[in-house]
């Protein structure tokens, strides 16, 4: 027993010295022109002995540069890593690191989309003593906002900068329509505003060789309705549409005088039902009836348990989506309060959880997480389905708003699952389904809805910057409201 606890013992400290690395992989995303392509291993030696680097391996795409090659007790190794490729497309490169505690090697992955590629592909490793390295450069931003008609400048259009969900600078146009500024190297979603004009919104990717939009701008085209009058004797009152939120709204009733005791018929609506009720109401002789206080409601939140379930294939690159969707989260996040539970989770070719029952208050790292998401692979969704209503079951909340949120661009792949009854019998143990369509189309929206039904929840358009902003926040706050005297 006592030799086998040896072995366990030796195992694990040399198991432990092996982990001593900050990460095992590093997802670079898109590269494009500009990029610097840089990261930074670190290695901290965990046991009492000196370690010593080894070796590196890897091929000609790859630079390196070590901060040394003997690792004292308690230091710190740095192996810095710069990919340099010759072609486009996606790649994925393991680099194993030979270290003197270990037999086998460690392996660190390196992955990333290049997009372009320009001449400062092949340089070198940047220095540890370089104070610009790991920072994004900047560039000279050229906007030109103009009438689509006349060709005439816009003078104080707002054109607004959205990186990775958050906006990162907001800038106006001059007399001549014209904005100039620093901004950083990178991929924005730009929202362009101006009175009396029709916002646009579109991305595009920004550098040094490709610094400038050109947005032209038109005016709405209204159409006055024609007004017919309506005949007194046709009832308008039934025919009022009523909007979000379902609350009871009270049509006024105008109450005649009378001379004596009398009974009439006051009508109210309840819009949940959308149902006409009456109620007898005696009216004591008086020439002014004093009207009864309007009992006031207060409005309070269930604690909230939210699983994500997040569409992160490829199409999500295209048309601003996945900034559409990181904004949309984001916003979520700053609205909700320490009692909320977030759960993230991730589906394309494979599904994943990112983060798990996180408490809204950690509101840095969801952003942070939620900001470093990415999308690349195939849209399967079925077992992300799954994976979210068995996260949902495991942070349930008695008594509380638990709900998945699938969110996609378009329709949900099922595979062979019988996606229905799962939706349905989750619903049946308190948990509701709610869709975020980003950017569908119409065809694949209608399924969406069909399916949120199913789930007691909604399907959500989101369309423009606008809506990231307000649709998903107030369906949270329409699921979880309670209303109390």
Do not use: W
Not at 409 to 429: I, P
């Amino acid at each position: 027993m006592c030799y086998l606890l040896s072995i366990f013992i030796l195992f694990s400290i040399s198991g432990f010295s092996q982990f001593g690395f900050d990460k095992i992989d590093h997802d670079y995303g898109d590269i494009y022109s500009g990029n610097d392509r840089v990261v930074d291993l670190k290695f901290r030696n965990t046991t009492p002995d000196k370690i010593y680097l080894l070796r590196v391996k890897h091929g000609r795409e790859i630079k390196t540069l070590v901060s040394g090659q003997t690792i004292m007790p308690d230091s710190l190794l740095i192996i810095r890593f710069k990919y340099n490729p010759d072609h486009k497309g996606r790649f994925k490169v393991e680099i194993p690191i030979y270290l003197s505690n270990s037999l086998e090697p460690f392996v660190f992955t390196l992955s990333g989309n290049v997009k372009e590629i320009d001449n400062s592909m092949g340089l070198g490793c940047p220095s540890f003593n370089n104070p610009n390295t790991g920072k994004t450069p900047l560039f000279e931003f050229n906007g030109l906002v103009l009438d689509a008609e006349t060709n005439e400048p816009i003078s104080g259009a707002s054109i607004t900068f959205v990186s990775n969900g958050t906006i990162s600078q907001i800038e106006s146009t001059n007399r001549k329509g014209i904005v100039k500024t620093k901004a950083l190297i990178g991929l924005y979603y730009f929202i362009v505003d101006a009175d009396g004009y029709l916002g646009k919104e579109f991305p595009k990717y920004m550098n040094k060789n490709n610094d400038s939009i050109v947005v032209y701008m038109t005016k709405p085209h209204i159409d006055l309705p024609l007004v017919e009058s309506v005949p007194e004797s046709i009832d308008t009152v039934s025919k009022t549409v009523f909007e979000f939120p379902l609350d009871t709204v009270v049509i006024p009733v105008e109450i005649p005088v009378v001379d004596k005791l009398d009974t009439i018929q006051i009508v109210s609506v309840q819009q949940n039902d959308s149902v006409f009720s009456q109620e007898k109401l005696e009216i004591v002789k008086n020439d002014t009836i004093e009207p009864k206080e309007e009992e006031k409601k207060v409005v309070t939140y269930k604690s909230n348990n939210i699983v994500f379930l997040l569409d992160v294939s490829t199409s999500m690159n295209s048309d601003g989506k996945l900034d559409l969707l990181k904004a949309s989260l984001i916003e979520m996040v700053k609205k909700l309060n320490e009692n909320d539970k977030i759960t993230l989770i991730s589906y394309s070719t494979f599904s994943k959880v990112i983060v798990e029952g996180i408490s809204a208050k950690e509101k840095d790292l969801l952003i942070n997480t939620i900001q470093g998401i990415r999308a690349q692979g195939m849209t399967a969704g079925g077992d992300g389905m799954k994976l979210a209503y068995r996260q949902s079951r495991e942070h349930y909340i008695d008594g509380g708003n638990n709900q998945v949120i699938m969110a996609t661009d378009g329709k949900f792949n099922k595979g062979s699952m019988n996606l229905d009854r799962l939706v349905e019998k989750n619903y049946d143990r308190g948990i509701k389904l709610t869709d975020l369509g980003i950017k569908n189309k119409p065809e694949d929206a209608e399924s969406m809805e069909a399916i949120a039904r199913v789930g007691g929840g909604r399907f959500l358009l989101i369309e423009n910057y606008v809506d990231s902003k307000e649709l998903l926040i107030s369906e949270i706050k329409r699921t979880s409201v309670v209303y109390s005297k």
